[in-house]
């Protein structure tokens, strides 16, 4: 939960810049599977979809201002993305521009905190039109 605060603040500082989505995946230690000794829920494997989207609410509990999609019970998001456990992705116009580590070690908010910077310096720098004559 404190990295998904995290993203929250990191969400609502570059608001004026990006759209932000959560997207629920899997749970990666349910409590009827591989159970973590720091697991902050009990949320049992998901049987149907309802069970994830009741798991997903916690998620919006911790960001509720930022969007939230549930994956498919075929998991396809987090196939498509690499996603299991958690990552972090920039995706502009279709195209991957930034694609964090596998969480939970490669999760890093600063490296995706570092390219939104960037990004909003070259949009507020003024471009340089060059015009033959």
Request: proline residues 5%.
């Given at each position: ?31 009827d ?43 396809a998001s ?56």
């Open positions: 939960m404190a990295r998904l605060r995290s993203f929250q603040r990191l969400a609502a500082h570059y608001v004026d810049i990006a759209d932000f989505l959560l997207v629920y995946i899997e749970e990666a230690h349910p409590s599977g591989w159970v973590s000794s720091d697991a902050a829920y009990n949320i049992p494997k998901h049987q149907c979809l309802q069970d994830r989207l009741r798991a997903a609410q916690l998620m919006r509990e911790g960001a509720p201002d930022c969007p939230l999609a549930v994956d498919t019970m075929d998991n987090s196939a498509a993305y690499g996603a299991y456990f958690e990552r972090l992705y920039i995706i502009q116009e279709e195209k991957v521009m930034y694609q964090g580590g596998r969480g939970p070690e490669g999760y890093k908010i600063s490296e995706l905190r570092s390219w939104l910077d960037q990004y909003k310096s070259r949009l507020q720098s003024p471009s340089t039109v060059v015009i033959q004559v």
